[in-house]
Structures are given as structure tokens and as C-alpha cells.
């Protein structure tokens, strides 16, 4: 079973989870190498094999909506740190400028490092279940 760095892994996910350039990343399911491509591509760097889409080959790196890490993640988090809160965070992920809102409720509660350490966790998990549902061994 090949071995993925997570810590390697969500850079990949932080990669193809930014919503203004069409980046990609795969795992090689042989050796557990990461493979990056942004259609902002430096000249320096390698182009992608041919074979890329071969999904016996390599797996794609999911993005963060994937993996719901997005708003459900912050709805979770609100659930357990601050119930009191949830109806109106919920109302918050329902327009845009959702985000700006909710870590402006996070600063006024005094729980940003909270959350951060929530996240971090959560997202671990999440990559390292994804390693195993792929084959992968999570290490790092």
C-alpha cells in the first residue's frame, strides 16, 4: 500500500479547493507522488503524463466540497462551540460574503483559534479516510 504524506496532501487540497485558477492534483496510486497542474503553469514546471485521467493509474485530489469541508464543516463547528448562534450562522452560508461574516462572529466570540484547530483536525480526518478509501497508507 503506498504511503501519502497528509501534511503534502492538503497543500493539494488547498491547491484545487481556490476558486480562481483551474488548478488539478493526483496521487499516483503506485508510489504515493503528488502531481500538480494550474492552468497558470510556469514554464519550469513539469507537464502532467499523458495518461493523467487513467483512474488505475492515479486519483484525483478531491477539493475541499468534496470532502464537505466547507459550509457543513462550519455548521458542525457552530453546533458544538456555539449553539446559541447556529440560526443565525445558517442564514449567514445563505448569501454571499458568507465567510467574511462568520469569522467576524468567530472574533466576536473569541473563537477563531477554536475553530482553526477544529478545521485542522477535521480536515486530517477527512484526508486520511480519503488515503484509505483510495488505497492509500496516511503518513505524516
Known amino acids: 500500500m503506498p504511503k501519502v504524506d497528509v501534511q503534502d496532501l492538503e ?6 479547493s481556490t476558486d480562481f485558477l ?3 492534483a ?25 495518461d493523467i485521467e487513467d483512474e488505475t493509474k492515479y486519483v484525483a485530489v478531491p477539493d475541499k466540497r468534496d470532502l464537505d469541508l466547507g ?15 447556529y ?10 460574503g458568507a465567510y467574511r461574516r462568520f469569522k467576524e462572529l468567530l ?4 473563537v477563531v483559534q477554536r475553530w482553526y ?10 484526508l486520511e479516510e480519503w488515503c ?5 497508507e496516511p503518513e505524516g
Do not use: C
Open 11 to 16: 497543500m493539494a487540497l488547498d491547491w484545487v
Open 22 to 24: 483551474m488548478n488539478r
Open 26 to 50: 493526483f496521487v499516483n496510486r503506485q508510489t504515493g507522488e503528488i502531481l500538480w497542474e494550474s492552468d497558470d503553469r510556469g514554464l519550469d514546471e513539469p507537464e502532467l503524463p499523458d
Open 71 to 85: 459550509a457543513t464543516l462550519a455548521m458542525e463547528f457552530i453546533a458544538e462551540a456555539l449553539p446559541g448562534d
Open 87 to 96: 440560526d443565525e450562522v445558517r442564514q449567514m452560508f445563505r448569501r454571499k
Open 107 to 110: 472574533e466576536q466570540r473569541d
Open 117 to 126: 484547530d477544529y478545521r485542522d483536525q477535521r480536515v486530517r480526518e477527512a
Open 132 to 136: 484509505r478509501d483510495h488505497g492509500f
